[in-house]
């Protein structure tokens, strides 16, 4: 049974915010949201992660609606090197079993 | 730092044979976990250590066999190798109590 429902895949512009959702409807309350990105069959990479607040690095926005059911992964300026399939989990900080469900492939186009 | 090192990076086994897949990283993380990556699917847990000296299984432990060697190393070992275990095999690796792992480059196995 899945924790997280993303969009099979979407594409985006260059240049443009790539805005990915992530629907986690019974997440509970010490359930964090990580998202993580696979390139090309490399390694899966860590990008930003968040409980109940809205986080931002270098690499991208997280944005958790106030409910906590869903939430949205922004690149800010989508480029090709971001063509990749990006990853929505709920996980509870002393859980071990870190699950990758399908993702959400997305595709940056020139 | 190098990260999380996996070897070998591709393998071809027969039917029925052995081999183990070495991990390491250099990080001083205390979990480590080994997944695998069937095509156009999402990585599936195999099995993880929390800390040294403990190994625990994952969504999928049939058919392998872990052994943390120390805080660095945690090793995978498939002893009569199947078709159905071609993948590719990750291994990553975490500080505890996060939920932001660092993996491997992958390991391409191909049971013939």
């Known amino acids: 049974d899945a924790k997280t429902t993303q969009p099979p895949s979407m594409d985006c512009a260059e240049g443009r915010a790539a805005n990915l959702p992530c629907n986690h409807s019974t997440i509970s309350g010490n359930e964090y949201v990580y998202w993580y990105r696979q390139i090309h069959s490399q390694g899966p990479q860590y990008i930003i992660h968040?409980?109940?607040n809205n986080e931002t690095n270098e690499m991208a926005s997280l944005i958790i609606t106030e409910d906590r059911k869903s939430s949205t992964l922004i690149l800010p300026h989508a480029t090709l090197r971001d063509t990749a399939v990006y990853y929505c989990?709920?996980?509870?900080?002393?859980?071990?079993?870190?699950?990758f469900g399908a993702g959400t492939t997305v595709t940056v186009r020139a | 730092n190098a990260g999380v090192t996996q070897t070998p990076k591709f393998q071809v086994l027969k039917t029925g044979q052995s081999m183990t897949l070495q991990c390491a990283q250099d990080?001083?993380?205390?979990?480590m976990y080994w997944y695998r990556q069937d095509p156009g699917m999402g990585l599936r847990l195999i099995y993880y250590?929390?800390?040294?000296?403990?190994?625990d299984k994952g969504e999928v432990p049939n058919g392998y066999n872990v052994s943390r060697l120390n805080k660095r190393e945690f090793s995978l070992r498939l002893e009569s190798a199947a078709p159905s275990q071609t993948s590719v095999y990750f291994c990553a690796s975490n500080p505890q109590g996060t939920g932001e792992l660092f993996f491997g480059e992958g390991s391409r196995l191909t049971v013939l």
């Open positions: 968040g409980l109940k």
């Open positions: 989990i709920v996980r509870v900080q002393a859980d071990y079993k870190l699950s």
């Open positions: 990080m001083n993380h205390n979990s």
């Open positions: 250590s929390a800390s040294e000296g403990t190994t």
